[in-house]
């Protein structure tokens, strides 16, 4: 499974994701500055789940119809220690087979999938 993680993804969670062998790309390191939508784009050509902390996404993909086949994680943990942050998601993500075709919240208490339309 491939990811993609939006620029307000902690550098702490991507190196921490990259050691535990998943094939993340960073936003900040190939278009820093770009809108939600290109984003969002760039996740659907890249066949990427889009890895996020902005709640922006939800309205694009579940309100908007924006496509997201890709699959989008919106993660809402605390930001208080980026290497605990780090470890929550990284075993987050190890929870589940596929992420794609989803819109996936993670919480400091649960998982939460809603499939999207087919």
Do not use: H, Q, Y
Not at 73 to 86: C, G, K, M
């Amino acid at each position: 499974m491939r990811f993609l993680a939006d620029e307000n993804f902690p550098r702490t969670a991507v190196e921490a994701l990259r050691r535990a062998g998943r094939d993340l790309s960073w936003v900040t390191e190939s278009a820093a500055g770009s809108s939600d939508e290109a984003v969002l784009a760039r996740a659907l050509v890249d066949e990427r789940v889009l890895l996020t902390f902005d709640k922006d996404f939800g309205e694009l993909v579940l309100r908007g119809g924006a496509a997201a086949s890709c699959g989008v994680v919106l993660v809402r943990l605390p930001l208080t220690s980026p290497d605990l942050l780090a470890r929550r998601v990284v075993a987050s993500l190890a929870t589940r087979p596929d992420w794609s075709g989803a819109f996936s919240v993670i919480e400091l208490d649960r998982v939460r999938v809603r499939r999207l339309g087919a």
